[in-house]
């Protein structure tokens, strides 16, 4: 049977949010949505001045502002951040799914595995030998967590999960279904006629805070190990290679590749597809364009995008100018057309 959703008068959000109140405190609001899909039991938010039309027009029963808006009867709660609030809004209308701490029936945890308190252990799930699982963990149906393996207080690894031996992850770490940590890094040698597999014998370290995508992998280093820095959120379908090392707080967009033994600043910002040369450094609160090929060092605070990677002003430049080029290409003829004749009636004299 579904669950019947919450319901929060709008005094009581108010009070949640430290919000001023415009308006009625009586307004029942059982969730968030968009200005444009909001209904009267439903929360919207105003990011811009530039939307206010688009406020006039919603049917939501409370709207999350900035400053207060006049003219609309729509009651307003005035904050001091819209995203903010907005995050704790939608955190207190989440649904509230039902985990169950224990192992279940169907998984399989070795003898030597450490299980800490109020761990949730899904059905079809595989724990290694010596693996390390702490306090608060929801290890969901059909992970599998290899031998030697350690994972912090509060993870959350979603279904199909795979990491491998030897890794380390850190508290309040996130990896979404279907992602791979410890994977073998993709090293060839050519010897005797065939690509021959460097061992990977090194690990893969994410540290406290980090998120990991769907479907997005990050492989094991040949010796030390592969990095992902505190706080780092990575999208998913990302591919970091062995031996990386990205520092704290970046972000990377969906479909973004960094090549072997790449190192990467903190607070550094990705664009979807964007790439990374093997070896490259991209330094501290740079900023990636989407399809972006760094295949040269980034210096600390750029904003590139393009292949080649130019400064964003400059790359802009270089657009417009390429525009240009057919009617350029004319030009040039018609000019070489002019200096030809000019060149034979010379001749002729």
């Not at 460097?198 to 190990?225: M, T």
């Amino acid at each position: 049977m579904k669950a019947k959703p919450k319901t929060i008068m709008t005094s009581e959000l108010a009070s949640e949010l430290g919000a001023e109140l415009s308006g009625s405190g009586s307004v029942q609001i059982t969730g968030a949505n968009s200005l444009e899909a909001a209904g009267d039991s439903e929360v919207a938010f105003l990011s811009s001045d530039k939307y206010v039309s688009a406020l006039a027009k919603s049917g939501a029963g409370a709207v999350l502002v900035a400053n207060k808006v006049d003219g609309i009867e729509t009651v307003q709660l005035i904050v001091e951040d819209v995203n903010t609030a907005l995050i704790k809004t939608l955190e207190l209308f989440a649904p509230k799914l039902r985990v169950v701490a224990g192992v279940h029936p169907g998984a399989v945890v070795e003898e030597s595995a450490q299980l800490g308190e109020n761990v949730s252990v899904g059905a079809g799930v595989y724990i290694g030998a010596y693996v390390e699982i702490g306090d608060n963990c929801i290890i969901s149906a059909g992970c599998v967590i290899e031998e030697g393996t350690r994972v912090g207080n509060n993870c959350k690894l979603y279904g199909n999960v795979v990491v491998y031996h030897g890794c380390t992850i850190g508290n309040n770490c996130t990896i979404s279904a279907n992602a791979t940590i410890g994977a073998t890094g993709f090293g060839y040698n050519y010897i005797d006629g065939e690509h021959k597999l460097i061992p990977h014998n090194g690990g893969v370290v994410l540290e406290d805070g980090v998120d990991i995508g769907a479907n997005s992998c990050v492989d094991r280093a040949k010796f030390g190990n592969t990095i992902i820095g505190a706080g780092t959120k990575i999208d998913n379908l990302c591919q970091i290679a062995h031996n990386v090392v990205i520092g704290k707080f970046c972000l990377f967009a969906a479909h973004v590749g960094l090549s072997g033994s790449v190192r990467i600043g903190n607070g550094v910002v990705f664009g979807g597809m964007s790439g990374v040369a093997d070896h490259m450094t991209v330094g501290d609160g740079a900023m990636i364009g989407g399809r972006t090929s760094v295949i040269t060092h980034i210096a600390a605070g750029s904003k590139v995008f393009g292949t080649p990677p130019y400064e964003v002003k400059e790359q802009m430049r270089i657009m417009v100018a390429s525009r240009r080029l057919p009617e350029m290409a004319k030009d040039f003829k018609k000019l070489v057309k002019r200096v030809d004749k000019l060149e034979t009636s010379k001749d002729n004299r």
